[in-house]
């Protein structure tokens, strides 16, 4: 524990007495939540999966790799994105809880440095074992064998603000960056496959050979799931089309409205306009074509939709190779446009746990912390599934919200249920769960942690705690 010297400051703003601050020389953290996370961790195996598919060279470690694995995992859900958090993070309680340290050892964690070390030494075959590992841990999360999966390929723009290898200057996001690529399924939402790319990479760089590994790997498995891939018109391009035919999958991508696609829908567009001239609500309707361009080696479905409402018109196309898109257009575009689902999850990954914080010098090392940033989220999506399902209002428009019924521990004001986590972004459970005060005391018998009785959310993280233990 780092010792500093007792102070006492005086507040003034309440007439009725002062306001005094000291700092407490109890061993005080202010991320108790993370010790739920832990316990959920031991039981699933994620971090100790993903430390063992590492090789460690080191002679005589101080700091073992699941331990500063640990530390950068949690640190992420915590909102510690940065190496250098953990120079202060090394003396906290609870961080040397959950990464198997007693409070009171006379070694604490791993600080920036070896931290930055042990990213940056990280070996070419180590990331190859990442990703087998993230693809293993999605086959692993399934009880039964699926029958259709769902997967969606997306990129995202990763700013850069240093020096790092193969970042370049993109003209479209105006900006020195990286350009990842992410795999999520749509089904489970967790992250199935991530890539570095260099900053000006075309969307589609490297897709089609994540997504015949990834084929591969659940045909060896489970031969007969069918399986569904979803992007946008950056991933429209032929070799994408080639590979899934080849593959036996079906897909959707996005396609730019050419001046062909235009004509063709000229007079379906014109019916919307006059429909919402008619009724002033807002219009959508589909068509479907058998269309080639030039550089296609054959026709394929293309679905348009053409829209009118208060803002103007809109028009978009998909093209699929999915049986009935010719009959049932809208039923293919409306599946396609629940790839949005899947964005919420790139925006948890780059916004909320700071994927985008790809900052060590060399390419490999940050291709290492971007399957630390997408380890911490399927921890996060993994602990989510547990928790029940919230009610849907939609079932029940008209009844009214039922009253919970007394509870035998007058002490809690209310019945959690811990269903408002599930769909709840990591942002949340960060405020409502992560970040909690706790004292932690160690004794000869045991560790004892005490949080506070007035935290609003005790309750909630009980039952949380209480259902991983389940």
């Not at 990591?426 to 007035?454: D, G, H, N, Q, Y």
Request: aromatic share 8%; with cysteine.
């Amino acid at each position: 524990m780092s010792v500093q010297t007792v102070w006492s400051e005086c507040l003034g703003f309440l007439p009725q007495k002062p306001v005094v601050v000291e700092n407490s020389a109890g061993r005080l953290s202010s991320d108790a939540g993370l010790l739920v996370v832990r316990e959920f961790d031991e039981r699933i195996g994620l971090t100790q999966q993903f430390a063992a598919a590492l090789q460690d060279r080191r002679l005589q470690p101080t700091h073992s790799l699941l331990a500063m694995v640990r530390q950068r995992v949690y640190g992420i859900l915590a909102g510690y994105e940065d190496q250098n958090d953990h120079d202060t993070l090394r003396y906290d309680p609870v961080f040397q809880l959950v990464c198997d340290r007693l409070p009171d050892d006379q070694a604490k964690l791993a600080s920036q440095p070896t931290l930055s070390r042990f990213e940056n030494a990280v070996s070419v075959k180590a990331l190859f074992r990442l990703r087998e590992l993230l693809v293993d841990q999605f086959l692993e999360a399934f009880d039964e064998p699926p029958s259709r999966l769902t997967f969606d390929l997306d990129g995202f723009d990763d700013p850069a603000h240093g020096a790092q290898q193969l970042t370049l200057f993109h003209g479209y996001y105006g900006q020195n960056q990286y350009f990842p690529l992410i795999i999520t399924n749509a089904d489970t939402g967790l992250v199935v496959m991530v890539a570095l790319r260099h900053g000006t990479a075309h969307s589609a760089l490297g897709a089609d050979e994540d997504l015949e590994y990834l084929v591969s790997r659940l045909r060896e498995k489970w031969p007969d799931v069918d399986i569904e891939v979803r992007a946008d018109s950056g991933f429209g391009v032929p070799r994408m089309y080639a590979v899934c035919e080849r593959l036996g999958i079906w897909y959707t991508f996005g396609i730019g409205m050419n001046s062909r696609l235009k004509q063709a829908s000229d007079e379906l567009l014109a019916q919307a306009v006059a429909q919402y001239a008619q009724t002033h609500e807002p219009q959508r309707l589909f068509t479907a074509l058998s269309y080639q361009a030039q550089t296609w080696d054959g026709a394929r479905s293309v679905v348009i939709k053409a829209e009118c409402h208060v803002a103007g018109t809109n028009r978009r196309a998909v093209v699929t190779n999915r049986a009935g898109a010719l009959i049932v257009p809208q039923g293919v575009y409306d599946d396609y446009v629940q790839r949005g689902e899947s964005e919420n999850r790139n925006k948890e990954l780059k916004t909320d746990l700071c994927g985008d914080r790809l900052s060590d010098h060399r390419f490999m090392a940050n291709l290492f912390r971007l399957c630390l940033h997408a380890l911490a989220l399927n921890l996060l999506i993994r602990l989510r599934s547990a928790l029940p399902d919230p009610p849907d209002p939609e079932d029940q428009p008209h009844a009214r919200r039922p009253r919970p019924a007394p509870l035998p521990d007058a002490e809690a004001p209310h019945l959690p249920t811990g269903a408002e986590l599930r769909r709840a972004q990591p942002a949340t459970w960060r405020l409502r769960l992560i970040k909690v005060a706790a004292e932690v005391i160690v004794s000869a018998r045991r560790v004892l942690v005490r949080l506070s009785s007035a935290w609003p959310s005790l309750p909630t993280w009980r039952l949380v705690l209480q259902t991983v233990q389940r």
